[in-house]
């Protein structure tokens, strides 16, 4: 167990409304990630973390923006959800240099926009 | 562009066999090499990982396979079981700025037959 709960952990929306996903960590690691996981496809990046307020894109970020205020919080937000986000979303943590570099998968949110 | 190609997409054995799965890379920059274990409805696990100045490495009935100049690796399932039928995903990573990013293979569907 990592020490990362994702919220919700299911969710239907309409689309064109805005989603906020939540990946809340207890372990105070510098590294958080937002995945997303759909068949055919594995685990693409669509935005990081490396610090509070130090964010950068992944190569599937058209559509999100993130938020990092705390070390423990990192939000997922779809401004407009629309069909095409329809996924699985994994929030992960990255323990770093010295601690191994390991990286550390929450239990994931499902998303289905209709 | 696919920086980690994984292959075969699904493999069927017989309990007791040894599934082999391999991934392809091209960026030398990457410095970490890990599997992941995921059954359907979690998140992706750690399951084994290697550096590339290591050319095998064993934990327990798994063991990953590492050919640096080549750049391949693959993971071997000793005396497999039906409880290891799950996908596996190869990943490699970097560091890139100040940050650390992981890509994945596209996954392997593993059915280890009773």
């Known amino acids: 167990d990592a020490g990362i709960t994702q919220s919700p952990r299911h969710k239907v929306t309409e689309t064109g409304t805005p989603v906020t996903l939540r990946c809340h960590q207890t372990e105070n690691h510098r590294y958080m990630y937002w995945y997303r996981q759909d068949p055919g496809h594995g685990l693409r990046l669509i935005h990081y973390?490396?610090?509070?307020?130090?964010?950068d894109k992944g190569e599937v970020s058209d559509g999100y923006s993130v938020s990092r205020s705390k070390t423990e919080d990192f939000l997922l937000t779809l401004e407009s959800a629309t069909s095409s986000q329809t996924s699985v979303y994994f929030c992960?943590?990255?323990?770093?240099?010295?601690?191994?570099?390991?990286?550390?998968f929450g239990e994931g949110s499902w998303l289905t926009v209709v | 562009q696919q920086q980690v190609k994984q292959s075969p997409q699904s493999l069927i054995v017989q309990k007791g066999g040894i599934p082999i799965i391999n991934c392809a890379y091209e960026?030398?920059?990457?410095?970490?090499f890990p599997w992941y274990q995921q059954f359907p409805g979690k998140g992706p696990a750690l399951l084994i990982a290697i550096r590339p100045d290591v050319s095998e490495k064993k934990e327990g009935r798994f063991t990953i396979s590492f050919n640096k100049s080549a750049k391949q690796f693959s993971l071997h399932i000793m005396d497999s079981q039906p409880g290891d039928s799950a996908t596996y995903f190869c990943?490699?990573?970097?560091?890139?700025?100040?940050?650390?990013?992981?890509?994945f293979g596209k996954g392997t569907k593993l059915t280890v037959n009773p």
């Open positions: 992960a943590i990255g323990t770093g240099v010295p601690a191994g570099n390991t990286i550390y």
């Open positions: 990943a490699a990573k970097r560091r890139q700025g100040g940050s650390e990013k992981l890509v």
């Open positions: 973390s490396y610090g509070v307020k130090d964010t």
């Open positions: 960026n030398t920059a990457f410095d970490y």
